[in-house]
């Protein structure tokens, strides 16, 4: 019986398959990107990563983050600081971090994974999950320690799954106090409950840790409130004094920026973030104006409220005396302005630990400050700085007494400095080297 001839395919048929032939064919290639990605990935890590020990007490220490340079912040200052001290005291350190599409550079021991935008967050990046994963065998080799994990996000999934592939410890720092952070990004959510998912994630992960570093006793404590259980170890982030107060580039900050060589500069370093309470600044200014005329406040670095912080200095009839410069380099503008303001002036309510302020103090820029969750651990009254209360009246009344006292801002300078100096990174990562051992040593079989 003669077989029959097949039923011509429909339109819709034959869309159907050609739907098909390219799914297939976009299967393909992203399978192999995936593929050239890893090898790409597994190469950077053996040539980032030297194979011999340099001696029996040294450590290989693989730190994983979500945020790191060209991302400017207080985490990525503390890895860098962390990473370079380790680094001259013999340790082998290996940071794994997102790419960036602009303004990253290539640096031995630093392995970008490939990355995505966050929505609503034009600075940030979310690693691949998939791609620092499949790193797993190229890692097991390395030979690695432990695992110190940096951030709570893709950073710590990985660290987590990793650290029980390759049998070796994970340590956490916890340098946010996100449930202070997250309703000013999440609005859509009352408050109470982004209170209450972020501390049941924060107890909920540190159930997974070998150890947890906290960098003030704020931070310990108010992670003792949620429930946290795991071992803490308070370790504040250390300075680079010898390369911060000495960068290789130079400049006349009032004239590159057009300010008047009598202006009273009050400055502020960070972030402009809605939780960095900038905005009382802006509201404690006028009563400043009222006793020096000439008063500027100088805010420095970029974020996410920087637009409103200019309307409401606009709209406070303030557009003259609030400058707004952008983020400032490292080597050399940022340290201008620190050395050319009068006074640095800081009111943020979550800070963990403060950075900047000993930044100010080791140049000789006297500090008024509220005291406020790690910033009081930092802070010291008459050392180098007055302690404020967060009232415009107190704050503009400790701002005037410095502008107004050239002795006491003198002398606020000189102790600032021999303050700032006890807090050299060296003596920091000295201690945090003492910590890798003992959980290496307890996870020892």
């Given at each position: ?33 995936h ?15 030297p ?11 693989l ?33 794994v ?29 979310m ?18 320690d432990?695992?110190?994990?940096q ?34 990004y ?25 150890a ?6 704020a ?5 003792l ?33 057009d ?12 972030r ?23 008063a ?13 912080l ?30 050319a303001?009068d ?6 309510r ?8 000993l ?8 500090v ?7 910033t ?29 006292d ?40």
């Amino acid at each position: 019986m003669p077989r029959k001839a097949p039923k011509p395919l429909s339109e819709a048929e034959i869309d159907q398959l050609i739907l098909l032939a390219r799914g297939n064919a976009l299967a393909r290639q992203i399978q192999a990107e995936h593929a050239e990605r890893a090898m790409h990935s597994a190469a950077l890590l053996q040539r980032h990563l030297p194979c011999a020990r340099s001696g029996d007490d040294t450590l290989k220490i693989l730190m994983i983050t979500d945020v790191y340079f060209p991302r400017v912040n207080g985490v990525s200052t503390s890895i860098a600081s962390f990473r370079d001290a380790l680094e001259r005291q013999g340790h082998q350190v290996v940071v794994v971090c997102p790419d960036y599409p602009v303004g990253q550079v290539e640096e031995p021991g630093v392995l970008r994974i490939a990355s995505r935008g966050v929505p609503g967050d034009p600075e940030d990046r979310m690693m691949r999950l998939r791609p620092l994963l499949a790193l797993g065998p190229e890692l097991e080799e390395a030979g690695f320690d432990l695992i110190h994990v940096q951030t709570p996000f893709v950073a710590h999934v990985a660290g987590i799954r990793l650290g029980r592939r390759l049998g070796i410890p994970v340590v956490a720092s916890y340098h946010t106090l996100f449930e202070e952070y997250l309703h000013h990004y999440v609005r859509w959510l009352p408050r109470r409950w982004l209170r209450f998912l972020a501390r049941r994630l924060a107890v909920h992960q540190c159930r997974q840790l070998d150890a947890l570093v906290t960098p003030s006793h704020a931070m310990r404590e108010a992670l003792l409130r949620y429930g946290v259980t795991a071992p803490m170890t308070i370790i504040p982030t250390g300075l680079a004094l010898e390369s911060f107060a000495q960068p290789a580039e130079a400049c006349d900050f009032r004239s590159r920026y057009d300010l008047p060589g009598n202006a009273r500069l009050l400055l502020y370093v960070g972030r402009a973030a809605h939780e960095k309470n900038i905005g009382f600044l802006i509201e404690m200014l006028p009563k400043v104006l009222e006793k020096h005329p000439e008063a500027h406040l100088v805010i420095t670095g970029e974020g996410p409220a920087r637009e409103a912080l200019a309307r409401q200095a606009r709209e406070a009839g303030l557009a003259d005396a609030v400058i707004f410069l952008g983020y400032l380099g490292r080597e050399g503008p940022l340290q201008a302005a620190y050395r050319a303001a009068d006074l640095f002036v800081f009111a943020s309510r979550t800070e963990t630990q403060g950075l900047v302020l000993l930044e100010a103090m080791a140049l000789g820029t006297p500090v008024v400050s509220t005291a406020v969750m790690g910033t009081r651990d930092v802070l010291k009254e008459g050392e180098g700085c007055l302690i404020a209360e967060e009232t415009h009246d107190d704050f503009a009344a400790k701002v005037n007494r410095v502008l107004a006292d050239d002795t006491l801002r003198r002398r606020l300078a000189e102790r600032g400095r021999a303050y700032a100096a006890g807090w050299h990174e060296d003596a920091r990562a000295a201690e945090l080297a003492g910590l890798y051992r003992s959980v290496t040593a307890q996870a020892a079989p």
